[in-house]
């Protein structure tokens, strides 16, 4: 009897169409023995329906799409009952951050031939309030632009659009005064950002120097902006934060790493799960399920290479800091927007 593959296809996703490669990934599916059964997707939570529905009766299920089409397949994944069956993913998005983390190829094609080919890793997936996310859950600035920003501009742009609308909501920064408790500590004040995350890339970014990232050790890595004094301030906060070049003594950037994560706020916080939109809540608790996806990846991949070569040492400068990790780059944009800070 020929095992079963639920294909799951964002026919929306990214900036070129997965159909032009359609017909040789289902004849890679097939020619490794399995019975393929495709699903094209209609709304942004039918890959969730769908796996909860039918995605015991399948020996592998694939999504192709954009990281939300994996967070919406994973989501239904996490709640199918017991059986765990292996999972593969096509990256066709714009930024694809979960792809660049685990090395999956952007050539369509030879995705599919590491899906079958593969080998099942166990990595950890999150939960966020009742719903799960695989990379990050995010709130603040420049975070509501990845699932705000028009989809036409993402695939003619690619994650540069996020850019293009995240300097626009530099224009209105909001200011959140929060409790967070981690494992073993609490901290509390007026934050501009925060993130709860497993990942080496977050928008398209490298975040330089995540050497310490486990994707499967029940640990999920934790950085909060707080409130700085001014706008101009901002501009070197956040270069900072996307490069990974951040000062161990700045007193405004707190980072740890927990298991789980309860944020409480006097008002209600817009959240982004894996750039989607996560819903709005003034507490919400963020919980790590440590191994909780079986994901088929190349056979030689390794964590510990993929860093070495996400960073590679001729990227950096003699004291260790990225060569392009340019304070200066929103230098041109911290003025504009003084007058509407609140000091």
Known sequence: MKKRLLFIINPNAGKTAIKDSLFEIIMVFSEAGYEVVTYPTTGPTDA???????????????????????????????????????????????????????????????????????????????????????????????????????????????????????LRDLANIKVYNLSVEFDKETISGEFIFGMVTNSLSVGGFKLRGTKHVVLDDGKFDCL???????????????????????????????MTKASKVVVKSDDEIKWTLDGEFGGAHKEVEIINHQKALKICLDGEYYLEEAIEEFYPEDDMDNDGIPDDSDESSFADYGDDFEDGWDK
């Not at 909060?224 to 405004?252: G, Y």
């Open 224 to 254: 909060f902006v707080k409130k700085p004094e001014k706008v101009s301030d901002v501009q070197r906060l956040l270069t900072q934060v996307l490069t990974n070049n951040i000062k161990d003594d700045n007193p405004l950037i707190y």
């Open 48 to 166: 969730e329906r769908k796996v909860v529905a039918d995605g015991a009766d399948y020996d592998l299920i694939v999504c192709a799409g954009g990281d939300g089409t994996l967070e919406n397949t994973v989501s239904g994944y996490m709640l199918m009952g017991e059986k765990k069956i292996p999972l593969g993913y096509i990256p066709c998005g714009s930024t694809n951050d979960f792809a660049r983390t685990v090395d999956i190829p952007s050539n369509k094609v030879k995705a599919a031939k590491d899906i079958v080919n593969g080998t099942p890793r166990f990595l950890d997936v999150g939960q966020f309030a009742d719903k799960y996310f695989i990379y990050i859950a995010s709130f603040g600035v420049f975070t509501e632009v990845s699932y705000s920003t028009n989809q036409s501009l993402k695939k003619v742009m690619g994650h540069s659009a996020y850019l293009v609308e995240g």
